[in-house]
Nanobody, 115 residues
Framework: QVQLVESGGGLVQAGGSLRLSCAAS????????MGWFRQAPGKQRELVAH???????NYADSVKGRFTISRDNAKNTVYLQMNSLKPEDTAVYYC?????????WGQGTQVTVSS
């Protein structure tokens, strides 16, 4: 059973930064694409960024230039560095493989950006 545990969220003022972490267990980490998703109140969950096992990255237009996804295969951890945060970035952030599997969703980590 794969477990994904997100951490690093919090309350930050607009313009601030946060670094999220996703710790993965199991043997899939080094061979799968990992992604960060977010879900704001009343909205559908959306893909924010993803990274391949080879380190290639892709970002949603809304976060491009502000967020950076990275991974440490030795630690089975994927990170999301979020800079220049905006109130519209407020959401619960989750990680998952791509394509996402229902059973892999964790509790997420809340990010709240105040104006």
């Amino acid at each position: 059973q794969v477990q994904l545990v997100e951490s690093g969220g919090g309350l930050v003022q607009a313009g601030g930064s946060l670094r999220l972490s996703c710790a993965a267990s199991g043997s899939i980490f080094s061979i799968n694409i990992m992604g960060w998703f977010r879900q704001a109140p009343g909205k559908q969950r959306e893909l924010v960024a993803h990274i391949t096992s080879g380190g290639r990255t892709n970002y949603a237009d809304s976060v491009k230039g502000r967020f950076t996804i990275s991974r440490d295969n030795a630690k089975n951890t994927v990170y999301l560095q979020m800079n220049s945060l905006k109130p519209e970035d407020t959401a619960v952030y989750y990680c998952n493989i791509l394509p996402p599997l229902h059973g892999y969703w964790g509790q997420g980590t809340q990010v709240t950006v105040s104006s």
